[in-house]
């Protein structure tokens, strides 16, 4: 009896977690286009810290090496982690960027389409015109 009341407890458990994937793979997917700077999840937890004399650059890209993630900082306090093509985002690491792609409902994770340079907005002269 005690094992027929195992495996029915791990036949429960494995529906379980077979529902709950499916229900999160369900979830509502919008595409969005987000700006920020393209960092990675060890400066953003404070796990690694950029040495004296590095780029912003050359600290995200030696953080992906040491087998960080990939992350877009929007404003002080929202990142997403990009999951997407490393050499696309390699040339963004560091820098601003605007990033496209699906974005999950409730979800601070993108499925990267493409990443573009941002566009600089003109200056404006002292008299108002450009």
């Given amino acids: ?3 027929f009341a195992g495996q029915f ?3 429960i458990m494995l529906i379980g977690a077979i529902g709950a994937t499916s229900l999160a793979e ?11 700077t393209i ?7 404070g796990q690694y810290a950029c040495r004296k004399g590095q780029t912003l ?5 030696s953080c992906v090496e040491q087998g960080f ?13 990009l ?12 820098g601003k960027a605007s990033v496209k792609g699906l974005v999950a409902a409730g979800e601070n994770r993108i499925a990267v389409e493409s990443v573009s340079k ?7 002269s002292p008299s108002g015109s450009q």
Avoid: N, W
């Fill in 9 to 11: 407890i791990t036949l």
């Fill in 1 to 3: 009896m005690k094992c």
């Fill in 118 to 124: 941002v566009a600089k907005k003109p200056r404006l």
């Fill in 57 to 61: 650059q050359s600290c995200t890209l």
């Fill in 39 to 45: 960092t990675c999840d060890a400066r953003l937890t």
């Fill in 83 to 94: 999951d997407g093509d490393h050499a696309q985002l390699e040339k963004f690491a560091g």
């Fill in 26 to 36: 369900s979830a509502p997917r919008s595409e969005q286009t987000l700006t920020g």
């Fill in 69 to 81: 993630k990939y992350q877009l900082l929007v404003g002080q306090d929202t990142a997403y982690l």
